[in-house]
């Protein structure tokens, strides 16, 4: 669901009731070292959140989607989702 928030934010027309999101992570990622890992991570986070700010989702949206543990997830609220159509 939430990789889905990705290709939904760069639509150029954007449909959707229930909007799912979370901090990305890594497949397989306990076989890689912790300081290659954090490297992943940090890049990842530099280009993720370009990507979304360039599509218009708020600096608050992006916050929210990286504080939101992988194994959980947080669905926008519905004025969140308006603002972002």
């Known amino acids: 669901m939430s990789a889905c928030f ?3 934010a760069g ?3 954007r449909h ?3 909007i799912g999101i979370h901090r ?3 497949a397989n990622a306990a076989y890689v070292p912790t300081h290659v890992l954090r490297g992943w991570e940090l890049a990842s986070r530099r280009e993720v959140t370009g990507y979304l ?3 218009g989702i708020p600096p608050a949206i992006v916050n ?3 504080t939101t543990p992988t ?3 947080y669905f926008l609220e519905e004025g969140e989702l308006a ?3």
């Open 83 to 85: 603002r972002l159509r």
């Open 24 to 26: 990305p992570a890594f």
């Open 64 to 66: 929210r989607m990286y």
């Open 71 to 73: 194994s959980s997830i």
């Open 16 to 18: 959707g009731d229930v």
């Open 11 to 13: 639509g150029v027309t």
């Open 6 to 8: 990705l290709i939904w």
């Open 53 to 55: 700010l360039r599509h």
